[in-house]
């Protein structure tokens, strides 16, 4: 089975961009295709705003993109507002589920 | 997309089965467009996958829960149940149901999550 590595906290002030990556650690490199995010607030349920790597499900912001490089998945929120600190989590699908440990998101 | 909603007891004693339910509604859980998770959340830790069924019955668990878990389908009552042997407090947890979709293999439905406390 996998594991994603995500940085533990990032931060940035409103209207800028912030990136989270998320790398995986595997033999199986290949099956690292089907990556979704998730939005986590305290409280709630979570979100998917990414899946399959770059694509939006219908009614999330076209702020939040997806890219992947080779290992690496990356989430970039562009124009950050204060409703986006919440909990980020990438998740990859290879027949079974996994995880990265998650990025807390702090708007400044 | 369907809506999920968790039941069950919100306090087990070490040793003993936790034993959740999920409600589905606004779709068969019989359709094969989703496979029907189980996903937690220790306090103040990240998402930890447990294990889902699909709509023939078949199971596919975390290794590291694999010999505690049976999860399960009741097709005439549109629900599936998590059952968790042997429990202790590292347990402590809100369990979510889930749907993952077939076709873009991302969680797309939540319940709203359920608190089990594992304590004497």
């Known amino acids: 089975q996998s594991a994603l590595t995500q940085p533990a906290s990032v931060s940035g002030s409103p209207g800028q961009s912030i990136t989270i990556s998320c790398t995986e650690t595997?033999?199986?490199?290949?099956?690292?295709?089907?990556v979704s995010w998730y939005q986590h607030h305290p409280g709630k349920a979570p979100k998917l705003i990414i899946f399959e790597v770059n694509k939006r499900p219908s009614g999330v912001s076209s702020r939040f993109s997806g890219y992947k490089s080779g290992d690496t998945a990356s989430l970039t929120i562009s124009g950050l507002q204060a409703e986006d600190e919440a909990d980020y989590y990438c998740?990859?699908?290879?027949?079974?589920?996994?995880f990265g440990g998650g990025t807390k998101l702090t708007v400044l | 997309q369907v809506q999920l909603q968790e039941s069950g007891p919100g306090l087990v004693k070490p040793s003993q089965t936790l034993s959740l339910t999920c409600t589905v509604s606004?779709?068969?859980?019989?359709?094969?467009?989703?496979?029907w998770n189980w996903i937690r959340q220790h306090p103040g830790k990240g998402l930890e996958w447990i294990g889902y069924?699909?709509?023939?019955?078949?199971?596919y668990y975390n290794p590291s829960l694999k010999s505690r878990i049976t999860v399960s389908v009741d097709t005439s009552v549109n629900q599936f149940s998590l059952k968790l042997s042997s429990v202790t407090a590292a347990d402590t947890a809100v369990y979510y149901c889930?749907?993952?979709?077939?076709?873009?293999?991302?969680?797309?439905?939540w319940g709203q999550g359920t608190l089990v406390t594992v304590s004497s």
């Open positions: 069924i699909d709509n023939s019955g078949r199971t």
């Open positions: 595997t033999s199986d490199v290949g099956s690292y295709n089907l």
């Open positions: 606004g779709g068969s859980i019989s359709s094969g467009r989703y496979y």
């Open positions: 889930a749907t993952l979709s077939r076709r873009s293999f991302a969680v797309d439905s």
């Open positions: 998740c990859s699908f290879a027949v079974s589920v996994v």
